[in-house]
């Protein structure tokens, strides 16, 4: 199974770079929301939004949920191996609802239909944080 190695590897990859857009999207809506008043910003602001959800994201999302599912497929033996990864599968999930929040707040932000402020942002910006911890630790310490 030399290959699960290479998928493993790539769904890393593909996490690391999930992830790096999950972290910073909101961080450009949070300048978004708040320089409303600078039309040359917020067009600037927009492609960026724009650019790292559906060039980097949303591809990087996508190749995260296959090689996870390839991985399961691969070794279905890991679903005996304790309730970690039912666990982790449920923050996942919870990760994937995010990624399409993000969405819908990137296309509000967009039309110029958010009322969304920068604080509402910054603490949105928190969740992703929250649930990477949860999945690293079921993933590497295996609580239960």
Not at 11 to 32: G, N, T
Not at 99 to 120: I, M, P, V
Request: with cysteine.
């Amino acid at each position: 199974m030399d290959y699960y190695l290479w998928i493993k590897a790539f769904h890393v990859m593909s996490v690391l770079s999930w992830m790096a857009m999950l972290f910073y999207l909101p961080r450009l809506f949070v300048y978004h929301a708040e320089h409303k008043e600078n039309a040359g910003f917020v067009e600037v602001a927009k492609i960026q939004e724009h650019k790292l959800f559906y060039y980097i994201g949303h591809p990087a999302m996508i190749a995260t949920v296959v090689s996870g599912l390839a991985m399961m497929y691969l070794n279905p033996a890991m679903f005996h191996s304790g309730g970690w990864l039912h666990a982790k599968l449920t923050l996942a999930v919870l990760m994937i609802a995010y990624h399409y929040d993000c969405r819908r707040h990137l296309k509000a932000l967009n039309e110029d239909r958010s009322t969304k402020s920068g604080k509402f942002f910054r603490a949105y910006n928190e969740i992703p944080t929250l649930l990477m911890i949860g999945i690293v630790i079921f993933v590497i310490v295996k609580p239960f």
